[in-house]
Antibody
Framework: EVQLVESGGGLVKPGGSLRLSCAASGFTFSSYSMNWVRQAPGKGLEWVSSISSSSSYIYYADSVKGRFTISRDNAKNSLYLQMNSLRAEDTAVYYC?????????????WGQGTLVTVSS | EIVMTQSPATLSVSPGERATLSCRASQSVSSNLAWYQQKPGQAPRLLIYGASTRATGIPARFSGSGSGTEFTLTISSLQSEDFAVYYCQQYNNWPPSTFGQGTKLEIK
């Protein structure tokens, strides 16, 4: 069974940093692109960042470019999101999601999410 | 950036009836359109991709249609477990890949 389990969320002050992790199992992690998608409380879905299977291609939403860094460790079947200079508007549930083969921005499945709260 | 617009924002339908949800793209996305279902407190789940192909395990009462800029998700006979929020997403032009704002399907 394909599983994605996020961790690392929590409460952080504005300007602070946080590192999210996503542990993958049940599939050949190194063969798939991976993504982060977030959802602010009571709001819709916003794509955040994507990384190709070999880390050759990395993309960010304009809203996080220069502050967030996506990475992966294929040996550990893990995806990461380093978030720096956090703002109140970054408060959201952050989901990791696998990209489909050939359609890297088609997300299936999703993890259960981890909540990041940016507040003083 | 392609803007995805869903309508209506909220749809009230009785169990057993048909529900029709709409999604419009600000420019053509070909058939690279997906629909996701999200229940309260849960992660989104892929329902439809390629505008009309059901994902694995999705019941036949869910169907998608459209291409270019106009898309529809139809649920033929609503079951209690279908009441949720539905999002469309284009994955044709990226980055960014963009989502609609969602349609909440509620019990009438």
């Amino acid at each position: 069974e394909v599983q994605l389990v996020e961790s690392g969320g929590g409460l952080v002050k504005p300007g602070g940093s946080l590192r999210l992790s996503c542990a993958a199992s049940g599939f050949t992690f190194s063969s798939y692109s991976m993504n982060w998608v977030r959802q602010a409380p009571g709001k819709g879905l916003e794509w955040v960042s994507s990384i190709s299977s070999s880390s050759s291609y990395i993309y960010y939403a304009d809203s996080v470019k220069g502050r967030f860094t996506i990475s992966r460790d294929n040996a550990k079947n893990s995806l990461y999101l380093q978030m720096n200079s956090l703002r109140a508007e970054d408060t959201a549930v952050y989901y990791c999601a696998r990209g489909r083969q050939y359609y890297h921005f088609l997300f299936d499945p999703w993890g259960q999410g981890t909540l990041v709260t940016v507040s003083s | 950036e392609i803007v995805m617009t869903q309508s209506p924002a909220t749809l009230s339908v009785s169990p057993g009836e048909r529900a029709t949800l709409s999604c419009r793209a600000s420019q053509s996305v070909s058939s690279n359109l997906a629909w996701y279902q999200q229940k309260p407190g849960q992660a989104p789940r892929l329902l439809i991709y390629g505008a009309s192909t059901r994902a694995t395990g999705i019941p036949a009462r869910f169907s998608g249609s459209g291409s270019g800029t106009e898309f529809t998700l139809t649920i033929s006979s609503l079951q209690s477990e279908d009441f949720a929020v539905y999002y469309c997403q284009q994955y044709n032009n990226w980055p960014p890949s963009t989502f609609g704002q969602g349609t909440k399907l509620e019990i009438k």
